[in-house]
């Protein structure tokens, strides 16, 4: 293969991966990364907890230096070098070096782009006031640890109940701040589904952090001293030492629209599975491309860290001649909240219904459930809420979320694999993985959601969600011990104990739709199997009284 010229502006994880792939699949290539910001490749998913001081070397963030690309890869990096245009026509890049102000061309054989992506920071008054911060890069983590320690900061206002802002919370929670959420839908998390995300929202309100959701910032003004003023559309105010603005980031596309390369709808660079732009001499990577959604075909920007890997290493490979294509994205990801995990991979319910793909009718069906992260006999067991949702047609799995305090991710990568490869909830069922009881369980929280998703297809079970409760309609049967009934209850309900539901079976109607349910689902399923068999038309409530509960006020 002939020496080529490899130009790759922006690094960090797609940029940098495509490099060193590029690298290692051939000697002879000219390859030259440039950056307009002082680092090449850094933890940006770390930075929370750099503020945090989790992690307490501002160098351990850094991935790769410009030393170890030219030393390892023979890979010249140049930073502080902005590319300020691309010629077509002429395969070359116009670059301004930002320390002396000098700008300079260079020709490239393949040109990849890996500008990533923006903090959307919201025009309104005051929005440029000092001690309003976003978090993207290690200057912007740099300057929040300053302005906390020199101002002695007490309290902080993070806008956006996403990722970053909940990462945020936790470690401002650490260094001894108060923190208000401000969030514009009804839920924190948005991504997830609602009922998933009131755990979530409990244990935060439980640290005292101030959840405002359903509020939307409208502008800032500067108090007295250092002191900042969060106006509310609502008409209330919140006084503040910082603002850690987290409402979501845009893509980097002014290079690309400046140089001709088609835009999708999302806003993003398109680009096809190769990671080729509308220029076959031109690839795009990372947060500023549009990806296909794998589950729903829909394309958007998902700025994700391990998509923006392969699409790197994917992009190095075709310019090599190799055939390599990205299969899409699941959005598969996790956030510890205090002390919670929360993990989901494919579409939210609340996405395939916006999408107009949720129909009650037939095909997509959901399953909840609440087991222990380990077996139950061995000392420290807590519960995973997991939400398994499913194609009822041929038992595909479509997507899961889960919120626990441990062994979350593990379950949630185990279904995102399965996703991968287009299993069933039957393979679920069957699934072998690894027991031991400080672990597992024989039967894991995997297999049990295969198990609950299978009965429902297979006719053994009917189930019912609260969402879709008629209480004039129902008639409700609990059927956990009076103990618990007393605690808690859904209101008309009937409590007769498993235990004793055939002695006393009479009292339920048969004339009548039954719903059974317990705490969780389980013993109400048993019920279900049993007065099904005596000619009772019934379902079984998913997740129980514990799902009701979550749902419970969510809008």
């Given at each position: 293969m002939k020496k080529r010229r490899i130009l790759i502006v922006g690094g960090v994880a797609g940029g940098a991966s495509c490099a060193a792939r590029a690298r290692r699949l051939s000697e002879s290539a000219d390859i030259v990364i440039f950056d307009r910001g002082d680092y090449v490749s850094f933890a940006n998913c770390g930075l929370p907890y750099?503020?945090?001081?989790?992690?307490?070397?501002?160098?351990?963030?850094?991935?790769?230096?410009?030393?170890?690309?030219?030393?390892?890869?023979?890979?010249d990096v140049r930073l502080q070098s902005e590319v300020t245009a691309i010629d077509r026509a002429g395969s070359r890049i116009a670059v301004k070096d930002l320390r002396s102000g000098k700008s300079y061309s260079e020709s490239y054989d393949a040109l990849v782009l890996s500008p990533g992506a923006a903090p959307i920071r919201p025009q309104m008054p005051g929005s440029d006031l000092p001690g309003i911060f976003s978090l993207r890069t290690i200057p912007d983590s740099r300057q929040i640890k300053s302005w906390i320690s020199r101002h002695n900061s007490g309290r902080a206002v993070i806008v956006g109940g996403g990722y970053i802002g909940m990462e945020m919370t936790e470690n401002l929670l650490k260094l001894g701040l108060s923190v208000t959420v401000v969030e514009m839908q009804s839920q924190i998390m948005p991504l997830m589904d609602p009922e998933m995300a009131r755990p979530i929202q409990a244990e935060l309100v439980k640290n005292k952090v101030e959840l405002c959701l359903d509020e939307t910032v409208v502008g800032?003004?500067?108090g007295s001293g250092n002191l900042l003023s969060v106006k509310l559309k609502s008409g209330a105010v919140r006084e503040t030492d910082?603002?850690?603005?987290?409402?979501?980031?845009?893509?980097?596309?002014?290079?690309?629209?400046?140089?001709?390369l088609d835009i999708g709808q999302s806003g993003g660079i398109r680009v096809n599975k190769r990671m080729q732009t509308s220029d076959n001499k031109i690839w795009a990577v990372g947060d500023a491309v549009e990806v296909e959604d794998v589950?729903?075909?829909?394309?958007?920007?998902?700025?994700?860290?391990?998509?923006?890997?392969?699409?790197?290493?994917?992009?190095?490979?075709?310019?090599?001649?190799?055939?390599?294509?990205?299969?899409?994205?699941?959005?598969?990801?996790?956030?510890?909240?205090?002390k919670l995990v929360a993990a989901f991979t494919g579409p939210s319910e609340k996405?395939?219904?916006?999408?107009?793909?949720?129909?009650?009718?037939?095909?997509?069906?959901?399953?909840?459930?609440?087991?222990?992260?380990?077996a139950g006999y061995y000392p420290g067991s807590s519960p995973i809420s997991l939400k398994l949702i499913f194609d009822q047609t041929d038992g595909r799995i479509i997507s899961a979320q889960a919120v626990g305090k441990k062994g979350v991710e593990k379950r949630i990568d185990v279904i995102s694999m399965a996703i991968q490869q287009k299993a069933t909830v039957f393979d679920l069922e069957e699934a072998e993985l690894c027991y031991a009881p400080q672990f597992g369980s024989a039967k894991d929280p995997i297999n049990l959601a295969g198990m609950i998703a299978a009965n429902v297809i297979r006719g053994d079970a009917s189930m019912a969600h609260w969402e879709q409760l008629d209480p004039e309609q129902i008639f409700m049967l609990d059927v956990r011990d009076p103990s618990e009934f007393k605690k808690g209850a859904v209101n008309g309900a009937v409590n007769i104990p498993l235990n004793d539901l055939r002695r006393r079976r009479t009292e339920v109607p048969l004339d009548q739709e039954v719903w059974s349910y317990c705490f969780v689902g389980q013993r109400s399923y048993y019920a279900a199997r049993a007065l099904s068999q005596y000619g009772y038309h019934i379902k079984s409530v998913g997740g129980g009284y514990k799902t009701y509960m979550d749902r419970k006020g969510i809008s």
């Open positions: 750099f503020v945090g001081n989790i992690i307490k070397k501002e160098k351990n963030l850094l991935m790769a230096t410009p030393e170890l690309f030219r030393d390892r890869f023979e890979i800032f003004e500067k910082l603002v850690i603005l987290s409402i979501g980031v845009k893509p980097e596309t002014k290079l690309a629209r400046d140089a001709g589950i729903t075909g829909h394309r958007g920007v998902v700025p994700l860290a391990g998509p923006a890997n392969r699409q790197g290493r994917i992009a190095a490979d075709v310019i090599m001649g190799r055939d390599a294509g990205f299969r899409g994205v699941q959005g598969t990801s996790v956030v510890g909240i205090i996405t395939l219904r916006n999408l107009g793909l949720w129909d009650e009718t037939g095909r997509y069906e959901k399953v909840y459930l609440h087991p222990g992260d380990h």
